[in-house]
């Protein structure tokens, strides 16, 4: 396995969102960015090693000097081969050297002052899933800088898809359509909830994800369980099962939820899924350009309120998607985020009557000019299985 992803994207490409993200972080006050392997690292280089390990991998972007990754000498050569590799320089460390000495010399280059002799300290942002040990090794090295956490300092840096980006996510969520489409036909009752993970599984993959992050399914009152992942339990017929899966086909993500009943569903079974279908419409009715994200978050709730089921709503009504499967932004009230043309994000409200049975239905959205744009197509109508 190698260190690229099969993403159509070229060093041109990776300059630009690496020139991007040194801009964001000197307007959000920011002294430079750390980037340790990871999603964001994905996005900005296209390089992913095949196992984070110890030694330190470390794309340092500052302001005033060429984007520089960190990598242990014996990674190098997978690191060069990633598409943005043309974009930035590689300065490898060998075994038994000091990396975040390496790191500490970058930033006396590039002017940003880090030691306990100079004026202040900076401020620089370092993404989230850098381990704690690598963190560790830079404040010492670097006892006059503070961290951010790149994701509370820059939450929008990834949240704005461009074509080629929607075009990947547009493919995503037809895989996972696909994905629907097949499974609606396989029997549910008397097999185990596991069993029809592993269709969802093998299915996903089938249609092109090299990565599955999830295969819910959750039937009859583990439906009421939103975190309920997958267990023993045979489905029965009259069981409602929540089935929410998704994965990573050529970097970016899918995520999808349909809620099926097993046999023919009672009229309240009936009525709370034609609620949340409408909560659903309404959250992707509120989506247009300049709207907080609070605001589809509010107009989906509205309609489970109204109806008298607000207590049973007990999530966000939706999440952002990109490299991840979960990213900003997020449709929560009082995120006050307005919506650009190009974001990408969930609406999947959501009513869990504990004990009994769960809804919830889930497309990921884009916005367009003229509002939301559904990447996920299949019939928002209760499917009935066998
Ligand atoms: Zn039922
Ligand atoms: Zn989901
Ligand atoms: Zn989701």
């Known amino acids: 396995m190698t260190g690229s992803t099969a993403a159509p994207f070229t060093a041109d490409d990776y300059r630009a969102r690496m020139e991007r993200a040194a801009r964001a972080a000197a307007e959000a006050g920011l002294a430079g960015l750390l980037v340790a392997p990871g999603p964001d690292l994905v996005w900005l280089t296209g390089y992913a090693p095949t196992a984070p390990t110890e030694r330190l991998t470390l794309l340092v ?26 974009a930035l320089t590689l300065r490898d460390w060998t075994d038994g050297k000091d990396p ?12 940003i002052p880090h030691s306990l002799k100079g004026v202040g300290g900076a401020l620089i942002g370092i993404s989230d899933n850098a381990w704690a040990m690598h963190l560790l090794g830079l404040q010492k090295a670097l006892p006059a800088t503070f961290y951010a956490s790149l994701t509370e300092a820059l939450p929008m840096l990834r949240a704005v898809k461009d074509a080629a980006e929607l075009k990947l996510l547009a493919a995503a969520g037809a895989a996972a359509d696909a994905t629907f489409e097949d499974i ?38 583990n439906g009421a369980n939103p975190h309920h992942g997958v267990g023993d339990r045979v489905v029965e017929r009259g069981d409602m099962v929540v089935l929410d899966f998704g994965g990573l086909k050529d970097g970016y993500g899918s995520d999808t939820s349909r809620t099926v009943h097993v046999g023919e569903p ?18 992707v ?31 966000r009504t ?13 449709m929560i009230e009082g995120e006050e985020q307005p919506l650009v043309p190009g974001m990408c994000f969930s609406v999947e409200p959501g009513v869990y ?25 299949t019939s928002r109508e209760m499917v009935i299985v066998e």
């Open 61 to 86: 972007l500052a302001p005033g000097q060429d984007p520089v990754l960190v990598v242990p000498t014996l990674e190098a050569p997978d690191a060069a081969k990633a598409a943005g590799a043309a």
């Open 100 to 111: 975040y000495a390496a790191t500490a010399a970058l930033l006396d280059a590039s002017g």
């Open 184 to 221: 609606r036909n396989v029997p549910f009752a008397g097999r185990r909830e596991s069993e029809i993970a592993a269709d969802l599984s093998r299915l996903l993959r089938e249609h092109g994800h090299a990565q599955v992050d999830f295969t819910i399914v959750a039937s009859g009152p």
């Open 266 to 283: 009672t009229d309240e079974e009936r009525r709370v899924h034609d609620l949340v279908r409408a909560a659903q419409e309404a959250g």
């Open 285 to 315: 009715g509120a989506v247009r350009p300049g709207v907080a994200c609070q605001e589809v978050d509010r107009a989906a709730r509205a309609v489970i309120a109204d109806a008298g089921y607000g207590e049973y709503f007990i999530h």
């Open 318 to 330: 939706g999440h952002g998607i990109g490299v991840t499967t979960h990213e900003p932004p997020y």
């Open 353 to 377: 009557l504990p004990g009994r049975f769960g809804v919830r239905i889930e497309d990921i959205v884009t916005v367009t000019d003229d509002g939301g744009r559904r990447l996920n197509t």
